[in-house]
């Protein structure tokens, strides 16, 4: 088997999703987004590889929701292209959401993604973290990775069942919003200090 993820470092636009494959096999999915501007003048597009077109779209939609809101980018004028790497028999569900959230928002503000981190979740177009199926499995998968944490939706944290061979070997970070998941694996700088304070603003701004 080739070793598709990286487990170190930081990288721009890519991310160390999580996913289920059969009944009970974890895997980590790697997902790399690259924004680019639209080639058509009436609206941008998003391109996906392989079976997961559907569910990229979906996502893609909430996640421009968000970016609308919290950045003012609006990405009707970009095409936003998004690799699943590796997954040739296509993946179900939208656990894969919070991941290609992150990728795409990588590859538009610049801000490079620790890749000692995985994650598993869906998002709403609100931007909250919702709970999803097999985070066990997925977890189990990250361990075997040699990654070091690993992001899940705060729903999900009593569903994790971790055997003694796999208890203690990796960070289980909860999350409940798309913003505590950037500001754990985006790259300290201005960069993104500015991004986050958007962030700040717009729930203070809600509340």
């Known amino acids: ?51 997961l077109q559907e569910i990229a779209r979906e996502a893609v939609m909430n996640v421009s929701a968000i970016i609308k809101k919290y950045t003012g980018r609006d990405i009707s004028n970009m095409d936003v292209h998004i690799q699943f790497v590796g ?46 199926g097999g985070v066990t499995q997925k977890i189990e998968a990250a361990i075997q990775a040699g990654l070091k944490k690993v992001i899940i939706p ?17 960070e289980v970070i909860p999350v409940s919003r798309i913003n505590e998941v950037l500001e754990h694996v985006l790259e300290d700088g201005k960069k993104k200090n500015r991004l986050m304070s958007k962030f700040k603003e717009l729930e203070l701004a809600a509340v």
């Open 1 to 51: 088997d080739y070793k598709l993820f990286i487990t170190e470092g930081y990288e721009v636009g890519r991310v160390n999703g999580l996913a289920v494959i059969g009944e009970s096999a974890g895997i980590v999915l790697p997902i790399i987004a690259e924004v680019t501007p639209s080639m058509s003048k009436s609206e941008g597009r998003v391109i996906a590889t392989g079976r």
């Open 87 to 132: 997954t040739y028999e296509g993946v179900a569900g939208d656990s894969a959401s919070i991941s290609i959230a992150t990728a795409v928002i990588s590859a538009i503000e610049g801000i490079p993604v620790d890749q000692s981190v995985a994650m598993t979740g869906s998002l709403s177009v609100k931007g909250e973290v919702l709970p999803v």
């Open 154 to 170: 705060k729903d999900n944290i009593d569903d994790v069942l971790l055997d003694a061979e796999h208890e203690g070997k990796i």
